[in-house]
């Protein structure tokens, strides 16, 4: 599609975007939660296909300068993350600090190898910051996989975030209001109802449990959807204002973007959170 088709009718490319979100979120969430069921080295591989995904889509989405390197980087932070949850005891999110401080010399040498083509360099730094951070923030359910009754707080942290980019984009699809901003296809009602439907989902995950309790598991969800929800609108802040490459499927990353972004950024939030109600 054209930038000039895109300006053309920019309802329209909303209303596709909100519903191909909505899909990939329904899909994303599925093989998250699913998988926690059935032991860590399941969720590691379904994080690490969500990974991948997530930095093929912000390199070809955003239209990042410097691609080559900060595909490898993000690669490169994404199994580094993982791999230290899954194999350090106790995990705990302390250890993706090390990770982000190596990920660090590697940035600046990226911008150096760069050579005679080093232009746009605070936007390509910048975005491969962003990028190793959302990958390293999407492997914290690792670390919360190996709480009490593990499988079930990733399960409903997950499936909070889940519901809430999917109800955040049908509602928005039909009825963006009020709106935030005039070129942002997203409202303030899709925030609250991605809320409450966080704190459905949170409860649910509650039933029958003791140690979590219906109103921890609603608390939860709520603030696990409400930070999924702000991420979803913040990511269609910078869908106005990036060109993606123009490469085969190029159309879908932005739409995954709306999905992986949000499920990355409160998924440490759901961590934490999850520790603090179950004591």
């Keep these: 599609m054209s930038r000039h088709s895109v300006r053309a009718d920019p309802e329209s490319r909303a209303r596709v975007e909100h519903v191909a979100a909505a899909g990939m979120a329904l899909g994303a969430t599925a093989l998250l939660s699913l998988s926690a069921q059935f032991g860590r080295s399941w969720l590691a591989l379904g994080l690490a296909v969500l990974q991948a995904l997530l930095v093929v889509a912000w390199i070809v989405g955003t239209g990042l300068p410097g691609r080559i390197g900060g595909l490898l980087i993000g690669a490169a932070a994404a199994a580094a993350a993982d791999a230290t949850l899954l194999v350090k005891q106790p995990a705990t999110l302390s250890a993706l600090l090390g990770v982000l401080a190596l990920c660090l010399p590697a940035l600046l040498v990226h911008q150096l190898a760069r050579g005679v083509v080093r232009v746009r360099v605070t936007e390509s730094l910048s975005g491969v910051t962003v990028l190793c951070t959302a990958v390293a923030a999407l492997a914290a359910p690792l670390a919360l996989a190996r709480a009490v009754d593990g499988p079930r707080l990733v399960s409903a942290a997950v499936v909070a975030a889940g519901v809430a980019v999917v109800a955040c ?109 179950t004591g």
Aim: hydrophobic share 60%; glycine share 14%.
């Design 169 to 277: 984009h049908l509602v928005d699809t039909v009825l963006p209001v009020p709106r935030l901003s005039a070129e942002v296809p997203h409202g303030l009602l899709g925030v609250a109802v991605a809320v409450g439907a966080g704190a459905v989902a949170g409860a649910g995950h509650a039933a029958g449990d003791a140690t979590l309790g219906p109103v921890g598991g609603a608390g939860l969800g709520a603030l696990v959807a409400a930070v999924a929800a702000l991420v979803a609108v913040g990511v269609g802040y910078i869908a106005q204002t990036v060109e993606p490459l123009p490469v085969p499927l190029a159309r879908l990353a932005l739409p995954y973007l709306r999905v992986a972004l949000p499920l990355a950024f409160s998924a440490p939030v759901g961590y934490l959170l999850a520790l603090y109600v």
